[in-house]
């Protein structure tokens, strides 16, 4: 986990799905899979973050048979062409998370943060992989009626250090969290949150900031999420800026740059 935090990571989103927000049914053969895996590499993605199921606003949960039939198949034929490389596994099911771990995964990324699945967090404790631990209220077909908080800041450091907690009693540590930026937030509570990101440092576990082309930045500029890689590059400049240790994207030839830059300036503080 040093590794997460010792320089910024930029994971690359590969949807497998026909009704994600921005790239959806881009991704549903076998070619298109590979090709682009072989990009994101060669633009410099640190980990493959693979997705089954649309976690967009109002979306519907696929069944884990939809789900596994889209996912494992991929997986496999990933890893058996770019053997060794990092693979995230983006599922709120403990049994996706079990199946695809075995089938070479190596990263578990839940949306839910275990709400969805109680069986999760002893499969992670079990598997014993870096777990990203995402805040979300209700599911994605419900969120975005879910947005009344009195403080988000102090509520979500206080479901993290709740969740956090749960998993360090079943001896589990290598805990990644996310804020879940546009998932049961308001277009304000999102800035809110992007405002005071290092707030959650205070845990001392990586962050992960998944920003890229969300509708805190297409509503905000009133364009569509083909023309937010402007918008996403600025707010995660911003995100590194406030203390992001990985950066989820859809363009990774932008985030890795913007990560060089960033380590430029760094390095050059005095």
Avoid: W
């Avoid at 578990?108 to 002893?122: A, K, T, V, Y």
């Amino acid at each position: 986990m040093e590794n997460f935090l010792e320089h910024p990571k930029v994971m690359g989103i590969l949807n497998v799905t026909p009704d994600s927000f921005f790239d959806g049914g881009r991704y549903l053969t076998e070619k298109a899979v590979l090709n682009r895996v072989e990009q994101m590499l060669k633009e410099g993605a640190d980990i493959i973050d693979i997705g089954a199921f649309s976690s967009r606003p109002g979306a519907d949960l696929v069944t884990y048979h939809e789900e596994k039939q889209r996912l494992i198949p991929f997986l496999k034929v990933i890893l058996k062409t770019f053997p060794g490389i990092g693979i995230s596994v983006d599922t709120f099911r403990h049994q996706i998370a079990k199946e695809a771990i075995e089938a070479g995964a190596t990263i578990i990324n839940d949306i839910s943060g275990g709400e969805l699945d109680p069986e999760m967090f002893n499969t992670i404790a079990q598997l014993n992989v870096p777990y990203i631990m995402m805040h979300m209220r209700g599911t994605p077909k419900t969120m975005q009626k879910q947005t009344n908080y009195v403080d988000i800041v102090d509520e979500l450091k206080n479901y993290f250090n709740r969740k956090i907690t749960q998993l360090n009693e079943l001896g589990f540590k290598k805990i990644i969290i996310d804020l879940g930026f546009g998932f049961g937030k308001t277009l304000e509570q999102n800035y809110h949150l992007l405002a005071n990101l290092t707030q959650f440092k205070c845990f001392g576990l990586p962050i992960l900031a998944g920003i890229s082309r969300k509708s805190m930045l297409y509503k905000a500029l009133d364009i569509t999420p083909d023309n937010a890689l402007n918008a996403s590059i600025a707010a995660n400049a911003i995100a590194l800026e406030r203390g992001a240790n990985i950066l989820r994207v859809h363009d990774v030839k932008a985030a890795v740059e913007t990560v060089k830059i960033y380590e430029l300036v760094k390095q050059n503080e005095k």
